[in-house]
């Protein structure tokens, strides 16, 4: 009875799992896009590689595509956008750049500039339209950040002493711009891989139960929803592997448990959509959970980098390699 029960859930499961699927809206571009950010369900900013920006206010049907005049070979790895027209890019390095938008993209001023020797930014995020962050990897031993206090006009760099402390081999991964999220204007969570993978606060850093050894291996995105932390990750040279891709942390990380069903390979993003639905993806496809990451089920086969919720609205889009931006349908 037991074995014949739990055989019909995971039959409904998957059905009511098919419902739900990603629509294309566009493709063939030659950049690949690992910055999204959406403000709105028709207001949509992507970044990234060879130094492309795209714009849409229209949910996606049209795009405004821009290449940043003397930046035409930086990777924008992450791009955060206050509206149609302000929008903030991150270059990851050497050397690093945060450029700033206030006019839909017709011309960008450098609002912060690092040419230190092995600089190289991982993620931007913003608590509200003033406070931000940007974490970079290990500089003499310790993570770079630097903060921001007027929407991304003037950033500071973070005092050394303050800086959390990076293990041997331990590293951010640039994947989806989503490995730091800022749960007030001064506390912040980060997530690392490599040869180490933790959960760094200001004042605690944990080991993960993640795959970790490799440089190619940890932890690569974060999300949160009120005290649930749910993590993403893998290892992006097994992108079929779901070997210790994922964990949920209860309690601010106090409990920590992997799924039941773990999403199906290496993800190097994850969203939360609504209640307990979340949605994660990577070089595979995409995975939907509907139990609060219990049980992820895939809902298409099409790679993406990354995934965001509309932050005044319930849109959910992707983007990827290739050109690659996607719609995800509820």
């Known amino acids: 009875m037991k074995y014949g029960y739990g055989l019909a859930l995971f039959f409904f499961l998957s059905f009511f799992a098919q419902g739900q699927s990603v629509k294309l809206l566009q493709m063939g571009k030659a950049a690949s896009f690992r910055g999204l950010s959406?403000?709105?369900?028709?207001?949509?900013?992507?970044?990234?590689?060879?130094?492309?920006?795209?714009?849409?206010?229209?949910?996606?049907?049209?795009?405004?595509?821009?290449?940043?005049?003397?930046?035409?070979?930086?990777?924008?790895?992450?791009?955060?956008?206050?509206?149609?027209?302000?929008?903030?890019?991150?270059?990851?390095?050497?050397?690093?750049?945060?450029?700033?938008?206030?006019?839909?993209?017709?011309?960008?001023?450098?609002?912060?500039?690092?040419?230190?020797?092995?600089?190289?930014?991982?993620?931007?995020?913003?608590?509200?339209?003033?406070?931000?962050?940007?974490?970079?990897?290990?500089?003499?031993?310790?993570?770079?950040?630097?903060?921001?206090?007027?929407?991304?006009?003037?950033?500071?760099?973070?005092?050394?002493?303050?800086?959390?402390?990076?293990?041997?081999?331990?590293?951010?991964?640039?994947?989806?711009?989503?490995?730091?999220?800022?749960?007030?204007?001064?506390?912040?969570?980060?997530?690392?891989?490599?040869?180490?993978?933790?959960?760094?606060?200001?004042?605690?850093?944990?080991?993960?139960?993640?795959?970790k050894g490799k440089e190619s291996t940890g932890a690569n995105s974060i999300a949160v929803y009120k005290k649930n932390y749910l993590i993403a990750g893998g290892d992006f040279n097994q992108r079929d592997a779901s070997k210790g891709n994922f964990l949920r942390c209860k309690n601010k990380g106090k409990y920590v448990e992997t799924a039941l069903v773990p999403p199906t390979g290496y993800r190097s993003c994850i969203a939360h959509i609504n209640k307990k639905k979340w949605i994660t993806c990577g070089l595979n496809g995409v995975d939907i959970s509907n139990s609060n990451g219990l049980r992820f089920y895939r809902i298409s086969n099409d790679g993406f980098h990354v995934v965001q919720k509309a932050k005044k609205g319930n849109a959910v889009y992707l983007a990827g390699g290739n050109g690659r931006i996607g719609l995800f349908i509820p």
């Open 38 to 211: 959406v403000v709105t369900n028709n207001n949509i900013w992507v970044s990234g590689s060879q130094g492309t920006v795209g714009l849409s206010k229209d949910g996606g049907r049209q795009w405004k595509w821009m290449t940043v005049a003397g930046f035409e070979k930086t990777d924008f790895r992450d791009i955060e956008a206050f509206n149609d027209s302000t929008a903030i890019i991150m270059g990851i390095g050497e050397p690093a750049y945060i450029l700033r938008t206030t006019n839909a993209g017709e011309s960008w001023d450098i609002v912060y500039e690092n040419k230190t020797k092995g600089m190289f930014l991982d993620a931007l995020d913003f608590y509200d339209d003033a406070h931000g962050i940007v974490v970079g990897d290990p500089i003499n031993g310790k993570f770079f950040m630097a903060t921001t206090l007027d929407a991304g006009k003037t950033w500071q760099e973070m005092d050394e002493a303050t800086r959390p402390l990076a293990d041997s081999g331990e590293a951010c991964f640039a994947s989806s711009g989503t490995n730091i999220k800022m749960i007030s204007p001064s506390d912040y969570v980060l997530i690392t891989g490599g040869l180490s993978a933790s959960l760094i606060t200001p004042h605690n850093k944990m080991s993960l139960p993640l795959l």
